[in-house]
Protein backbone atom coordinates (compact mmCIF):
# COMPACT_ATOMS: atom_id res chain seq x y z
CA UNK A 1 0.00 0.00 0.00
CA UNK A 2 1.32 3.42 -0.96
CA UNK A 3 2.27 5.83 1.54
CA UNK A 4 -0.93 8.38 0.56
CA UNK A 5 -3.48 5.19 1.16
CA UNK A 6 -1.71 4.59 4.46
CA UNK A 7 -2.80 8.34 5.49
CA UNK A 8 -6.08 8.42 3.76
CA UNK A 9 -6.64 4.87 5.92
CA UNK A 10 -5.91 6.83 9.27
CA UNK A 11 -7.47 10.19 8.25
CA UNK A 12 -10.65 8.57 7.79
CA UNK A 13 -10.61 6.20 10.80
CA UNK A 14 -9.83 9.47 12.95
CA UNK A 15 -12.18 11.51 11.19
CA UNK A 16 -14.68 9.71 10.65
CA UNK A 17 -14.48 5.78 12.57
CA UNK A 18 -13.19 6.58 15.51
CA UNK A 19 -16.12 8.71 17.32
CA UNK A 20 -16.52 8.36 20.90
CA UNK A 21 -19.85 9.79 21.48
CA UNK A 22 -19.20 9.78 25.34
CA UNK A 23 -16.57 10.07 27.75
CA UNK A 24 -17.98 6.84 28.96
CA UNK A 25 -17.04 5.20 25.38
CA UNK A 26 -13.69 7.48 25.33
CA UNK A 27 -12.55 5.74 28.40
CA UNK A 28 -13.33 2.25 27.02
CA UNK A 29 -11.38 3.27 24.09
CA UNK A 30 -8.32 4.23 25.83
CA UNK A 31 -8.81 0.96 28.31
CA UNK A 32 -8.86 -1.25 25.50
CA UNK A 33 -5.57 0.77 23.41
CA UNK A 34 -3.54 0.89 26.81
CA UNK A 35 -3.87 -3.16 27.22
CA UNK A 36 -3.07 -3.73 23.74
CA UNK A 37 0.04 -1.20 23.91
CA UNK A 38 1.15 -2.66 27.52
CA UNK A 39 0.95 -6.59 25.98
CA UNK A 40 3.91 -5.03 22.87
CA UNK A 41 5.64 -2.98 25.30
CA UNK A 42 6.30 -5.62 28.01
CA UNK A 43 7.33 -8.02 24.97
CA UNK A 44 9.60 -5.70 23.66
CA UNK A 45 11.34 -3.07 25.44
CA UNK A 46 14.28 -4.19 27.62
CA UNK A 47 13.43 -1.92 30.51
CA UNK A 48 9.89 -2.69 30.52
CA UNK A 49 9.92 -6.21 30.40
CA UNK A 50 7.47 -8.68 32.33
CA UNK A 51 5.73 -5.31 33.43
CA UNK A 52 1.97 -6.71 32.48
CA UNK A 53 -0.35 -3.98 34.25
CA UNK A 54 -0.59 -0.28 33.49
CA UNK A 55 -0.37 0.35 37.26
CA UNK A 56 3.33 -1.05 37.37
CA UNK A 57 4.72 1.07 35.26
CA UNK A 58 6.51 3.94 37.24
CA UNK A 59 6.03 7.33 36.41
CA UNK A 60 8.76 8.62 34.31
CA UNK A 61 10.54 11.79 32.95
CA UNK A 62 12.97 13.03 30.53
CA UNK A 63 16.33 12.15 32.42
CA UNK A 64 14.33 8.61 32.94
CA UNK A 65 14.08 9.07 29.27
CA UNK A 66 17.67 10.21 27.98
CA UNK A 67 19.38 7.50 30.84
CA UNK A 68 17.67 4.56 29.46
CA UNK A 69 17.68 5.84 25.70
CA UNK A 70 18.70 2.16 24.91
CA UNK A 71 16.80 -0.32 26.90
CA UNK A 72 13.56 1.67 26.13
CA UNK A 73 13.48 1.90 22.92
CA UNK A 74 12.36 -1.10 20.77
CA UNK A 75 14.30 -0.23 17.75
CA UNK A 76 17.90 -1.08 19.24
CA UNK A 77 19.31 2.27 18.48
CA UNK A 78 21.53 3.95 20.92
CA UNK A 79 21.14 6.95 22.27
CA UNK A 80 24.86 8.27 21.25
CA UNK A 81 24.06 6.69 17.72
CA UNK A 82 20.78 8.54 17.43
CA UNK A 83 22.21 12.05 18.81
CA UNK A 84 25.23 11.87 16.33
CA UNK A 85 22.52 11.47 13.76
CA UNK A 86 20.14 13.94 14.30
CA UNK A 87 22.65 16.64 15.12
CA UNK A 88 24.08 16.01 11.53
CA UNK A 89 20.94 16.34 10.19
CA UNK A 90 20.03 19.72 12.11
CA UNK A 91 23.77 20.79 10.96
CA UNK A 92 23.53 19.62 7.39
CA UNK A 93 19.68 21.40 6.85
CA UNK A 94 19.02 17.80 5.54
CA UNK A 95 15.78 15.62 7.50
CA UNK A 96 15.40 13.07 5.34
CA UNK A 97 17.97 9.93 5.97
CA UNK A 98 16.71 7.64 8.54
CA UNK A 99 18.59 5.40 10.95
CA UNK A 100 17.60 2.01 10.12
CA UNK A 101 14.62 2.63 9.21
CA UNK A 102 13.14 4.89 11.84
CA UNK A 103 13.21 8.67 11.84
CA UNK A 104 15.77 10.55 14.82
CA UNK A 105 15.25 13.96 15.77
CA UNK A 106 16.22 16.56 18.18
CA UNK A 107 13.52 18.25 20.26
CA UNK A 108 14.36 21.82 21.53
CA UNK A 109 15.01 21.58 25.14
CA UNK A 110 14.91 24.88 26.88
CA UNK A 111 15.94 24.01 29.78
CA UNK A 112 19.31 22.95 28.33
CA UNK A 113 18.78 18.92 28.50
CA UNK A 114 18.07 18.02 25.13
CA UNK A 115 15.58 15.18 23.98
CA UNK A 116 15.66 12.48 20.94
CA UNK A 117 12.79 10.99 19.19
CA UNK A 118 12.50 8.08 17.45
CA UNK A 119 9.52 7.74 15.27
CA UNK A 120 8.97 4.57 12.54
CA UNK A 121 7.45 4.67 9.56
CA UNK A 122 4.03 3.75 10.50
CA UNK A 123 3.89 6.02 13.68
CA UNK A 124 4.50 8.99 11.17
CA UNK A 125 1.77 7.81 8.82
CA UNK A 126 -0.40 7.53 11.36
CA UNK A 127 0.64 11.20 13.08
CA UNK A 128 0.54 12.47 9.37
CA UNK A 129 -3.03 10.87 8.76
CA UNK A 130 -4.59 12.11 12.85
CA UNK A 131 -3.21 15.57 11.84
CA UNK A 132 -5.07 16.04 8.75
CA UNK A 133 -8.19 14.24 10.20
CA UNK A 134 -8.41 17.12 12.56
CA UNK A 135 -7.02 20.47 10.56
CA UNK A 136 -7.96 20.21 7.43
CA UNK A 137 -10.40 22.02 6.65
CA UNK A 138 -11.99 20.99 3.41
CA UNK A 139 -12.13 17.52 2.46
CA UNK A 140 -8.74 15.58 1.76
CA UNK A 141 -9.08 15.17 -1.71
CA UNK A 142 -9.46 19.29 -2.24
CA UNK A 143 -6.28 21.24 -3.07
CA UNK A 144 -4.90 22.76 0.13
CA UNK A 145 -1.51 24.47 0.64
CA UNK A 146 0.36 24.46 3.83
CA UNK A 147 2.90 26.87 4.76
CA UNK A 148 5.15 25.58 7.73
CA UNK A 149 7.82 27.50 9.80
CA UNK A 150 9.86 25.44 11.87
CA UNK A 151 13.31 24.64 13.29
CA UNK A 152 14.07 21.84 12.06
CA UNK A 153 12.32 20.09 8.50
CA UNK A 154 11.76 16.54 8.88
CA UNK A 155 10.54 13.19 7.34
CA UNK A 156 7.25 13.48 9.85
CA UNK A 157 6.18 16.73 8.05
CA UNK A 158 6.74 15.70 4.33
CA UNK A 159 4.04 12.39 5.18
CA UNK A 160 1.98 14.83 4.68
CA UNK A 161 2.99 16.31 1.56
CA UNK A 162 0.91 14.53 -1.83
CA UNK A 163 -0.66 15.49 -4.79
CA UNK A 164 -3.18 17.71 -3.59
CA UNK A 165 -1.47 19.03 -0.49
CA UNK A 166 1.66 20.72 -0.70
CA UNK A 167 3.50 21.56 2.06
CA UNK A 168 6.65 24.17 2.22
CA UNK A 169 8.63 24.45 4.51
CA UNK A 170 10.35 27.52 5.92
CA UNK A 171 13.12 28.01 8.20
CA UNK A 172 12.98 30.38 10.68
CA UNK A 173 16.91 30.68 11.24
CA UNK A 174 17.08 32.62 8.10
CA UNK A 175 15.90 35.65 7.62
CA UNK A 176 11.83 36.60 7.22
CA UNK A 177 12.93 39.17 4.39
CA UNK A 178 14.36 36.32 2.63
CA UNK A 179 11.02 34.03 2.88
CA UNK A 180 8.10 36.80 1.60
CA UNK A 181 8.54 36.48 -1.99
CA UNK A 182 8.04 32.51 -1.78
CA UNK A 183 5.58 33.24 0.89
CA UNK A 184 3.38 35.02 -1.47
CA UNK A 185 3.90 32.80 -4.32
CA UNK A 186 2.97 29.78 -2.99
CA UNK A 187 -0.02 31.67 -0.68
CA UNK A 188 -0.63 29.46 1.41
CA UNK A 189 -4.85 28.36 3.19
CA UNK A 190 -2.61 26.99 6.26
CA UNK A 191 0.01 28.80 7.99
CA UNK A 192 1.84 26.96 10.76
CA UNK A 193 4.30 28.37 12.86
CA UNK A 194 4.93 29.48 16.64
CA UNK A 195 3.43 32.86 17.62
CA UNK A 196 6.59 34.87 17.48
CA UNK A 197 6.99 33.81 14.02
CA UNK A 198 3.58 34.56 13.18
CA UNK A 199 3.03 37.96 14.59
CA UNK A 200 6.25 38.52 12.84
CA UNK A 201 4.27 37.72 9.41
CA UNK A 202 1.28 39.75 10.74
CA UNK A 203 3.55 42.71 11.12
CA UNK A 204 4.86 41.80 7.46
CA UNK A 205 1.63 41.49 6.53
CA UNK A 206 0.34 44.97 8.30
CA UNK A 207 2.85 46.76 6.62
CA UNK A 208 2.13 46.14 2.96
CA UNK A 209 5.38 43.86 2.16
CA UNK A 210 2.99 41.01 2.19
CA UNK A 211 0.05 39.81 0.57
CA UNK A 212 -1.25 36.17 1.62
CA UNK A 213 -5.05 35.68 3.58
CA UNK A 214 -4.55 32.13 5.00
CA UNK A 215 -7.71 30.45 6.30
CA UNK A 216 -6.34 29.09 9.12
CA UNK A 217 -3.53 30.11 11.04
CA UNK A 218 -2.00 27.20 13.81
CA UNK A 219 0.00 27.91 16.34
CA UNK A 220 2.68 25.57 17.86
CA UNK A 221 5.68 25.32 19.85
CA UNK A 222 5.14 27.83 22.31
CA UNK A 223 2.35 29.00 24.47
CA UNK A 224 -0.10 30.98 22.95
CA UNK A 225 -0.64 33.65 25.20
CA UNK A 226 -4.09 35.65 25.47
CA UNK A 227 -2.71 38.96 24.46
CA UNK A 228 -0.81 37.38 20.97
CA UNK A 229 -4.04 35.65 19.96
CA UNK A 230 -5.79 38.73 20.02
CA UNK A 231 -3.24 40.39 18.37
CA UNK A 232 -3.24 37.30 15.88
CA UNK A 233 -6.62 37.10 15.26
CA UNK A 234 -6.58 40.81 14.15
CA UNK A 235 -3.75 40.74 11.98
CA UNK A 236 -4.78 37.69 10.05
CA UNK A 237 -8.58 38.51 10.38
CA UNK A 238 -9.86 34.98 11.41
CA UNK A 239 -12.21 34.33 14.52
CA UNK A 240 -9.93 31.48 15.56
CA UNK A 241 -6.20 30.91 16.05
CA UNK A 242 -5.36 27.26 16.03
CA UNK A 243 -3.40 25.13 18.32
CA UNK A 244 -1.18 22.58 18.40
CA UNK A 245 -0.06 21.17 21.70
CA UNK A 246 2.64 18.95 20.57
CA UNK A 247 5.94 17.77 22.25
CA UNK A 248 8.63 14.77 21.67
CA UNK A 249 6.68 12.82 24.07
CA UNK A 250 3.29 12.95 22.08
CA UNK A 251 0.52 14.86 19.99
CA UNK A 252 -1.23 16.35 23.09
CA UNK A 253 -3.97 18.45 22.36
CA UNK A 254 -5.57 20.82 19.35
CA UNK A 255 -8.18 23.02 18.65
CA UNK A 256 -11.33 21.41 17.90
CA UNK A 257 -13.82 23.74 15.11
CA UNK A 258 -15.18 26.21 18.25
CA UNK A 259 -11.47 26.79 18.83
CA UNK A 260 -11.37 25.01 22.32
CA UNK A 261 -8.17 23.27 23.18
CA UNK A 262 -8.52 19.59 23.77
CA UNK A 263 -6.57 17.22 25.26
CA UNK A 264 -6.35 14.82 22.20
CA UNK A 265 -7.48 12.13 24.85
CA UNK A 266 -8.31 9.30 21.46
CA UNK A 267 -4.38 8.74 21.33
CA UNK A 268 -3.11 9.43 24.35
CA UNK A 269 -4.10 9.24 28.09
CA UNK A 270 -3.44 11.59 30.80
CA UNK A 271 -3.26 11.77 34.10
CA UNK A 272 -3.36 14.60 35.97
CA UNK A 273 -1.08 15.60 38.93
CA UNK A 274 -3.27 18.90 40.39
CA UNK A 275 -1.12 21.94 41.87
CA UNK A 276 -4.59 23.69 42.56
CA UNK A 277 -7.95 23.64 41.63
CA UNK A 278 -7.84 24.23 38.08
CA UNK A 279 -4.51 23.92 37.19
CA UNK A 280 -2.44 20.26 36.20
CA UNK A 281 0.66 18.69 35.51
CA UNK A 282 -0.11 16.17 33.08
CA UNK A 283 1.74 12.57 33.38
CA UNK A 284 1.28 11.02 29.35
CA UNK A 285 0.35 7.88 28.26
CA UNK A 286 0.52 7.48 24.14
CA UNK A 287 -1.00 4.31 23.63
CA UNK A 288 0.42 4.48 19.71
CA UNK A 289 4.10 4.93 20.16
CA UNK A 290 5.95 1.41 20.04
CA UNK A 291 9.41 2.76 18.87
CA UNK A 292 9.84 4.78 21.64
CA UNK A 293 7.33 4.11 24.36
CA UNK A 294 5.96 6.79 26.01
CA UNK A 295 4.51 5.62 29.58
CA UNK A 296 3.31 7.75 32.40
CA UNK A 297 5.83 10.57 31.53
CA UNK A 298 5.05 13.32 33.70
CA UNK A 299 5.56 16.86 31.92
CA UNK A 300 6.91 19.54 32.73
CA UNK A 301 3.83 21.96 31.68
CA UNK A 302 1.37 23.78 33.45
CA UNK A 303 -2.38 23.18 32.30
CA UNK A 304 -5.42 24.77 33.11
CA UNK A 305 -8.66 22.47 32.76
CA UNK A 306 -12.06 24.55 31.23
CA UNK A 307 -15.58 23.44 32.81
CA UNK A 308 -18.28 22.77 31.09
CA UNK A 309 -18.76 20.90 28.05
CA UNK A 310 -17.72 22.38 24.46
CA UNK A 311 -20.33 23.03 21.72
CA UNK A 312 -18.90 20.60 19.25
CA UNK A 313 -19.66 17.76 21.48
CA UNK A 314 -16.39 16.16 22.00
CA UNK A 315 -15.73 14.37 25.36
CA UNK A 316 -12.12 14.87 25.13
CA UNK A 317 -11.25 17.22 28.56
CA UNK A 318 -11.20 20.84 27.25
CA UNK A 319 -8.37 23.22 28.63
CA UNK A 320 -8.51 26.95 29.20
CA UNK A 321 -5.25 27.29 28.22
CA UNK A 322 -1.37 25.90 28.49
CA UNK A 323 0.00 28.26 30.99
CA UNK A 324 3.53 27.17 30.44
CA UNK A 325 6.38 25.05 31.68
CA UNK A 326 6.31 24.14 35.36
CA UNK A 327 10.04 25.56 35.80
CA UNK A 328 9.06 28.90 34.46
CA UNK A 329 7.12 29.71 37.89
CA UNK A 330 8.36 32.75 39.79
CA UNK A 331 9.57 31.94 43.13
CA UNK A 332 9.83 34.53 46.09
CA UNK A 333 10.96 34.87 49.53
CA UNK A 334 7.78 35.67 51.78
CA UNK A 335 7.54 37.60 54.70
CA UNK A 336 7.23 34.83 56.87
CA UNK A 337 10.44 33.35 55.78
CA UNK A 338 8.84 30.63 53.70
CA UNK A 339 9.13 30.28 49.84
CA UNK A 340 6.02 31.43 47.47
CA UNK A 341 5.68 30.20 44.06
CA UNK A 342 3.84 32.54 41.76
CA UNK A 343 2.37 30.66 38.31
CA UNK A 344 3.35 32.24 35.36
CA UNK A 345 -0.09 33.68 34.79
CA UNK A 346 0.31 36.08 37.85
CA UNK A 347 3.55 37.46 36.11
CA UNK A 348 1.45 38.27 32.94
CA UNK A 349 -1.25 39.88 34.61
CA UNK A 350 1.35 42.38 36.15
CA UNK A 351 2.44 43.57 32.94
CA UNK A 352 -1.21 43.78 31.29
CA UNK A 353 -3.49 44.58 34.42
CA UNK A 354 -0.88 47.55 34.78
CA UNK A 355 -3.01 50.37 33.21
CA UNK A 356 -0.68 51.19 30.31
CA UNK A 357 -1.65 48.13 28.48
CA UNK A 358 -3.64 50.32 25.81
CA UNK A 359 -0.64 52.09 25.20
CA UNK A 360 1.26 48.70 24.64
CA UNK A 361 -1.36 47.98 22.22
CA UNK A 362 -1.61 50.81 19.97
CA UNK A 363 2.42 50.64 18.91
CA UNK A 364 3.87 48.73 16.33
CA UNK A 365 5.22 46.10 18.31
CA UNK A 366 2.11 45.71 20.12
CA UNK A 367 2.51 43.85 23.47
CA UNK A 368 5.56 42.44 23.14
CA UNK A 369 7.16 42.37 26.55
CA UNK A 370 9.29 39.61 28.83
CA UNK A 371 9.76 39.28 32.37
CA UNK A 372 12.73 37.11 32.85
CA UNK A 373 13.76 36.11 36.90
CA UNK A 374 17.32 35.37 37.80
CA UNK A 375 18.88 34.57 41.00
CA UNK A 376 15.68 36.33 42.48
CA UNK A 377 15.98 39.09 40.36
CA UNK A 378 13.22 40.66 38.25
CA UNK A 379 13.82 41.59 34.55
CA UNK A 380 11.43 43.75 32.36
CA UNK A 381 12.06 42.78 28.75
CA UNK A 382 9.57 46.02 27.05
CA UNK A 383 9.97 49.23 25.59
CA UNK A 384 8.25 51.20 27.94
CA UNK A 385 8.12 54.69 29.03
CA UNK A 386 8.92 55.91 32.27
CA UNK A 387 4.87 55.96 33.94
CA UNK A 388 4.29 52.95 32.17
CA UNK A 389 7.31 51.47 34.40
CA UNK A 390 5.69 52.61 37.04
CA UNK A 391 2.54 51.12 37.04
CA UNK A 392 3.68 48.01 36.12
CA UNK A 393 6.35 48.05 39.31
CA UNK A 394 2.85 49.02 41.24
CA UNK A 395 1.16 46.01 39.96
CA UNK A 396 3.91 44.00 40.96
CA UNK A 397 3.98 45.48 44.60
CA UNK A 398 0.72 44.69 44.75
CA UNK A 399 0.77 40.74 43.96
CA UNK A 400 3.55 41.23 47.02
CA UNK A 401 1.09 42.89 49.08
CA UNK A 402 -1.65 39.74 48.09
CA UNK A 403 0.63 37.10 48.33
CA UNK A 404 3.17 38.37 51.44
CA UNK A 405 6.00 37.88 49.81
CA UNK A 406 9.08 40.78 50.04
CA UNK A 407 9.42 42.74 46.45
CA UNK A 408 12.89 41.51 44.96
CA UNK A 409 15.21 44.01 42.83
CA UNK A 410 13.45 44.92 39.67
CA UNK A 411 15.08 45.87 36.46
CA UNK A 412 13.69 47.06 32.78
CA UNK A 413 15.10 46.95 29.87
CA UNK A 414 14.49 47.13 25.89
CA UNK A 415 12.87 44.65 24.70
CA UNK A 416 14.95 42.01 22.88
CA UNK A 417 14.69 38.62 21.88
CA UNK A 418 17.20 36.04 19.99
CA UNK A 419 15.95 35.18 16.88
CA UNK A 420 15.42 30.79 16.41
CA UNK A 421 14.56 30.52 19.79
CA UNK A 422 11.64 29.58 21.54
CA UNK A 423 9.90 32.25 23.05
CA UNK A 424 8.52 32.38 26.51
CA UNK A 425 6.73 35.86 27.57
CA UNK A 426 7.51 34.41 31.70
CA UNK A 427 11.09 32.41 31.65
CA UNK A 428 12.29 31.50 35.00
CA UNK A 429 16.14 31.39 34.26
CA UNK A 430 17.38 29.67 37.93
CA UNK A 431 19.80 28.89 39.43
CA UNK A 432 17.54 25.67 38.56
CA UNK A 433 19.24 23.23 41.63
CA UNK A 434 17.87 25.76 44.39
CA UNK A 435 14.38 25.82 42.32
CA UNK A 436 14.41 21.99 42.15
CA UNK A 437 15.38 21.89 45.94
CA UNK A 438 12.03 24.09 46.78
CA UNK A 439 10.34 21.90 44.29
CA UNK A 440 11.31 18.90 46.66
CA UNK A 441 10.19 20.80 49.60
CA UNK A 442 6.90 21.50 48.18
CA UNK A 443 5.79 18.64 46.30
CA UNK A 444 7.70 16.01 48.39
CA UNK A 445 9.13 13.97 45.16
ZN1 LIG B 1 -14.65 21.63 21.22
Redesign the pocket.
Known amino acids: MSEHIRILKYYLFYKYFLNPGSRKMLKKWQARRIKRHIRYVERNSEIYKGKKKFKDYPVVDKKFMMEHFQELNTAGIGREEAERFAVRAERERNFVPKLKGITVGLSSGTSGRRGIFLVSDEERIRWAGYILAKFLPGKIWDKCTIGFFMRADSNLYQAIQSRRISFHFFDIYQDMKGHLERLEEICPQILVGQPSVLLEIGKEMEEGRLKISPQMVISIAEVLEEQDEKRLKYLFGLNIIHQIYQCTEGFLAS??????L?LNEDIVYIEREYLDEHRFVPVVTDFERRTQPIIRYRLNDILVEKKGK?????PCA?LKKIEGREDDRFFFVGKDGKIRIIFPDFIRRCILFAECEDEIHSRKTAGDYRVVQENGKITVYADLTEKEKDKVKREFEKLAEDREFIMPEMIFMDYSFEKGRKMKRVEQKGPIDIMDQKNNQIFGR
Not at 255 to 260: E, I, K, M
Open positions: TCRCGTHCRCGSA
